[in-house]
């Protein structure tokens, strides 16, 4: 009743209430350091002597930052199921979007239904959109004023009032500063994406919610598999999964539904299959990939090889095992490295070895681009060679990945000439070992070729039983 009564009174602006659904900390996954952290705001609510007690200031407003869809919102949906309180919801562009004078008022309605709920917690979503920087040559005067009458709530707040103010934003930088003193958005909880663990218990938290086989799903793989994502991604990856379990028919979600859902997620759904004559271009990138991943010492083994070509990706590929202990580190030795570059490059070798040099196509254009980032990486950013050394080729505050423009007006023209013909020489060198390597083994990578023809995708171990058949001595010596 409560909640249609503001509703009522704040005539139309959407508001979200916790009752759906009510969210708790045990819900909110790998981002252990933001609970802690907000658990202070908790216990504002449900233990005030206790908090009275450890002498801490009453919390005002609260600001989490971070990227999208790393569970801000879930966060402040989960303060207020552990504190048991209400929840009001809104999303700051809401206020932008209406007409001149209406934003302010909102707010001013908005703060009052907040205070007639109390105790509350009122979460403003998307603050950015009215919190950037005020005045300036793009002023918006809109804008200001709703985030003037913001300020003005927040600050007319009496230190009894139970309603602690939440915002999210994506972007602290662009917030105006009178939003982060003191009395108002004073504390900052930043939010990022999970790292290795957070991402395995986010994972759990999302299929224990269904049935899955705990057992078979490896969610140390597919924790490896999914760097960088964050909450919500992982949480539609298991509604993805969840989904291709349905079309089977069956219940309960296993790993191959898990590993189709990363899959589509990743590269789109499947496109029908090209022509034969592409198909076997295809088959022998793919062919000389996976074969030269499985004999070059440094290179993990190869998973996966695959030709089944998709919506947003419509090239094959190929997989090698992700290992946790380099997605730690990120350190790769320049061993690792060259043989890194032998390894995207042994699509084109295969295509110059099979179709001779004027048959060469544009198939592999993106893994000749990636043969140069990594020869930059070694010549440029980490003074791997003597020919350039440890020259000033990249700025020196930057994370000195390309010899950027602010660098090619400063270095001598002679420096930019040595730093490009090093690299054109890494990276023929590199290509020249490829297109052997891909020659004297190219029985090995005709017969997975075939294999892949017939059955469009081949897993690591039939790459190495094909390896061990057919492979050259020298290079099986090599690998050994
Ligand atoms: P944000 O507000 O940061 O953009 P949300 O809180 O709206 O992100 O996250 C969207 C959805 O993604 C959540 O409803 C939840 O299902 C999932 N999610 C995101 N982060 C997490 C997390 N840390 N633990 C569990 N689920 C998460």
Known sequence: RRIREAQR?????????SDEETIFFDDVAGIGDAKFELQEVVDFFTRPARFKASGSK???????????????TLLARAVAGEAGEAFLSINASEFVEMFVGVGAARVRDLFSTARSMAPAILFVDEIDSVGRTRGGAQGNDERDQTLNQLLTEMDGFSTEA????????????????????????????????????????ILRVHLDRREWDAAGIDLHALSLETRNYSGARLANLVNMAATAAGQRAHSVITMEDMERALELERLGPTRSPYSDVARRRLALVEGATSVLATLLPAIEPVTK???????????????????????????????YLEEQMLLVLAGRAAEEAAYGAE?????????????????????????????????LVAHPDGPGDEMDLFVTRFIPVDVAETVDRTISEVMT???????????????????VADLLMEKNTVNGDEVRRLVLKHGCAEDLAFRE
């Open 58 to 72: 009453v919390p005002r407003g609260v600001l989490l930052c971070g990227p999208p869809g790393t569970g801000k």
């Open 305 to 335: 090889a695959t030709i089944v070509v998709r919506e947003t990706y419509p090239l094959g590929h190929t997989v090698v095992e992700n290992s946790e202990q380099r997605e730690l580190t990120h350190v790769y030795t320049r061993r």
């Open 359 to 391: 048959g060469m196509s544009t198939l592999c254009q993106r893994r000749v681009a990636m043969a140069r980032r990594i020869a930059n990486k070694m010549v440029v950013s980490n003074a791997m060679t003597s020919a350039v050394g440890p020259r």
């Open 429 to 447: 060198r590199a290509y020249t070992a490829s297109l052997a390597m891909v020659r004297r083994n190219f029985a090995a990578i005709e017969a």
């Open 162 to 201: 139970q309603v602690i103010v939440m915002a999210a934003s994506n972007r602290k930088d662009v917030l105006d500063s009178a939003l982060i003193r003191p009395g108002r958005f004073d504390r900052i909880v930043y939010v990022d994406v999970p790292d290795f663990h957070g991402r395995i218990d």
């Open 9 to 17: 009174q704040l005539r139309g602006v959407k508001l979200q209430y």
